[in-house]
Structure formats: C-alpha cells, structure tokens
C-alpha cells in the first residue's frame, strides 16, 4: 500500500524559511518511473503544483516560484524535503506532496495517483 | 504558460441527473489531462488521467472525454457522494509544468 504523509510547522513567521518533509512507503524513488510533487492550497481556492523531484534526481519547479523553492530527496529514509524561502501571508496554504509515475506498468502515467492528507501551513508575525 | 479554464464555476443538480463539467485549454495539451475530485477537508483524489483512462477503482459512471484544447468529465448519474469540487489538470514536457484549473463546484440542488 502506498502512502505519503506530510510533515512540517504550522506557523511561520514573514520572511522565515519552511521546510516541509514527505515521508512515503510502498514504493521506492530509486526505482525508475517515480517520481513526487509537491502542491499546494490556498484556503478556498484551487491548487497550484510547486516542484517535482524523479528516481534519478531530475528536478522540476513551478515557473513563477522557482527562485525561492527546492526539493530534495533522501532515499534511504524514503522522505522528499520542499524548501520554500522568504515566505509571506500569500503562502498560507494546504501543502500537499504526491507521487506520479513514469512508464510504470499499472500505474497512471505522470499523474498524481497517489496524495499524502495535507498539512496547513499559516504565515504570520 | 497553459491556463486551464473550467465551466461552469459551481453546477447545481439532484441525484441521479447527468454532469458534465468542461475543461479549457489555452493552448494544446494533446491528451495530457486528467481530473481530479476534492471533498471538503480531503485531500484531492485521481478520477481520470489522459484525457479518457478511469483510475483504478474508479466508478464506470465517470467518463472523460477530449483532446488538444477542449476536455470533458461526464458523471452519468450522480449519486450522494460525487457532490465534490473538482480540477482538471495539465502537464507540459517542455518546461515540465503542471497547471491546474480553477474547479467546478458540483452541489446538490
């Protein structure tokens, strides 16, 4: 079975760095084909996807956040951590991390099949 | 950068009627998109990828329809739990991005 679970503060300051950390099980980033996102929700509004990070450390981001974002994965404790800086009230959101497959036998392909619950981020003084 | 343009905004229906929910492109995205549908307080969950292929268990009564610009989700008869929100999706291989719609709120008339 797999699943993701995000974990990270609930509140930080403006200007603060977070740092969000899925851990996941039931499948591997070493394997070829996977591959996880990160995607976020404002309250009542709609989702925008952040940055994906692939088995073979292929790394992609959001076009307007790419300054401010990295993502990183650590294998061997089956986690992916989402750097995001200079956060402001605007980033107050649902963070959700999510996997997607590549050329996976019985999977969907490059769709998020699979999501972690969320975890609410709030960012204020 | 691909906007996704969902209509209409909230659709009103009762039990057993028919949906269809319409996903706008503003450019081609051959059949790269899928639907989503978001209850509240849960995370999002996957109903179609590539335009037209159900998600494992999915019920048949979700349908997905369309290529290049336009893209269609049709519940054939909705029953109590498919009143939800949903997104539609897209990616792009070159930059790799993903955009989603803005949703279509499905409620019970």
């Known amino acids: 079975q797999v699943t993701l679970r995000e974990s990270g503060p609930a509140l930080v300051k403006p200007t603060q760095t977070l740092t969000l950390t899925c851990t996941f099980s039931g499948f591997s980033l070493s394997t070829s084909g996977m591959c996880v996102s990160w995607i976020r929700q404002p309250p009542g509004k709609a989702l925008e996807w952040l940055a994906r990070i692939d088995w073979d450390d292929d790394k992609y981001y959001s076009t307007s956040l790419k300054t401010r974002l990295t993502i990183s994965k650590d294998t061997s404790k089956n986690q992916v951590v989402l750097t995001m800086t200079n956060m402001d009230p605007v980033d107050t959101a649902t963070y959700y991390c999510a996997r997607a497959t590549i050329a996976v036998a019985g999977t969907p392909t490059d769709a998020f099949d699979i999501w972690g619950q969320g975890t609410m981020v709030t960012v204020s003084s | 950068e691909i906007v996704l343009t969902q209509s209409p905004a909230t659709l009103s229906l009762s039990p057993g009627e028919r949906a269809t929910l319409s996903c706008r492109a503003s450019q081609s995205v051959s059949s790269y998109l899928a639907w989503y549908q978001q209850k509240p307080g849960q995370a999002p969950r996957l109903l179609i990828y590539?335009?037209?292929n159900r998600a494992t268990g999915i019920p048949a009564r979700f349908s997905g329809s369309g290529s290049g610009t336009d893209f269609t989700l049709t519940i054939s008869s909705l029953e109590p739990e498919d009143f939800a929100v949903y997104y539609c999706q897209q990616r792009s291989n070159w930059p790799r991005l993903y955009t989603f719609g803005q949703g279509t709120k499905l409620e019970i008339k």
């Open positions: 590539d335009a037209s």
